[in-house]
């Protein structure tokens, strides 16, 4: 039996066919995950939609098995699949622990969730009450950042709903998928969780089968928009979580250090890979300088390597394209005037490795930012006036979160309440929770996940209405 295997209807899947999955850290395959067919992916349906009439019927067996599911990834966060975590994505071990213990909690979170259940009238005319019932078989695709978190965040509302699910993982990060996969056969009634692996090809034949009824996604913009177009045909439901390119405005009563010490902190957290990190800030002329030297002391002072080495705490960029694409980001900024106050280069060595970068003397019109960098390079741009900081921070068709600083949050929160984006966060950035939804204006996504406006997107509406006349 090969190390990884697909999960389908409850059992290990083996296929003639693989890829290579590559250590970032190293450059070079560390492990095979199993490439789906065709017919494999029609079996993933099939199973997924044969074990929904009896997983949508029981609700209390749901919770229970959601339960089981949280205690078994809570357990497993001590053990192995943190390294395979490391292996593939890039993170530090410690973070990868972290992040199977999220997962788990966001199992645990839905477990308890009430559904709801609504009365809207009850007369002597009529009993009208608002329900909602799941959608059916849910297709969940998700990318390469955080492969266990986000499957968390589809996984365990799809569930508690009452839909059954087929997860396919990305094929820079399948393996940690694939095991969950494996691990919750033992909890789960077979079929209501199935899991394969493959690349984008794979993706798209999911978006375009006739069986699911949704199609919860989380990548790039670029993709989402094909998922869009592929599920208007079928009427398919979507939920899309895309890119960002998050502001955080600083204020000119911000304690310099203390706010460069924790912006830095949720701009490269990841290693910059966060859909919602903050990925350009504005700093007003007066605090700019104090700004950009923080930043830069910090980014110069922090310890780059392969997450499983003691003390690392940041990885190598996740694949090669995505390195070549900070690469590439960082060069076009250095060709157009930008100065990097810290990093501006890769780190010799075998892996991808960037020095984590800095960049002052940018403004818009230079592609890192008006783009998605996705990686550990910052752009520190400058303003005189907080009414033309919020215009610029706005001016884009990305709208995920953003956040303002300043030492007086009343004021603070005044300007993040005219940020056109999803979240707006007061003094702090990247605080997400099980129960607060999550999703973005624009480009940057349709649809929110978690809380139970997320629990809502995996189910449809339905309206009982009792006549009592
Ligand atoms: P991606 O869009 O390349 O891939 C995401 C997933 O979609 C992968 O599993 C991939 O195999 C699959 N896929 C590719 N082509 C497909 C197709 N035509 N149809 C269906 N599926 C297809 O994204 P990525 O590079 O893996 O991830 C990085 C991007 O994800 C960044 O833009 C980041 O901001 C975004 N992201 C968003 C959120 C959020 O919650 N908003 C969270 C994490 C990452």
Redesign the pocket.
Known sequence: MPEFTMTIGGAAVETTAAFDVINPATGSPHAAAPDCSRAQLDAAFDAAATAYPAWRSGEATRRTALKAAADVLMAAAGGDLAATLTAEQGKPLQDARVEIMGAAIWLQHFADLEIPREVIQDDDRARVEVVRRPLGVVAA??????PLI?AAWKIAPALLAGNTVVL?????TPLTTLKVGELLREVLPPGVLNVVSG??D???W??SHPVPRKIS????????K??AA?AAPDLKRTTL????NDPAIVLDDADPALVAGRVFDQAFANNGQ???AIKRVYVPDRLYDDVVEALAAKARSVKVGNGLDEGVQYGPVNNRP?YERVRELVADALAHGARAAAGGAPIDGPGYFFAPTILTDVAEGIRIVDE?Q?GPALPVLRYTDVEDAVARANATHFG?SGSVWGTDADRAAEVAERLECGTAWVNTHLALAPHQP?G?FKW??IGV?NGTWGLAGFTEIQVVHRAKR
């Open positions: 695709i998700t990318p390469w950042n955080f986000l396919k993982p990305s094929p820079y690349g984008d794979l993706g798209a999911m978006t996604f989380t990548g790039s913009i670029e993709t989402g094909r998922v592929a979580e895309l890119g960002g966060v859909c919602s995505q998605e996705f995920l999550f973005g940057s996504g996940e």
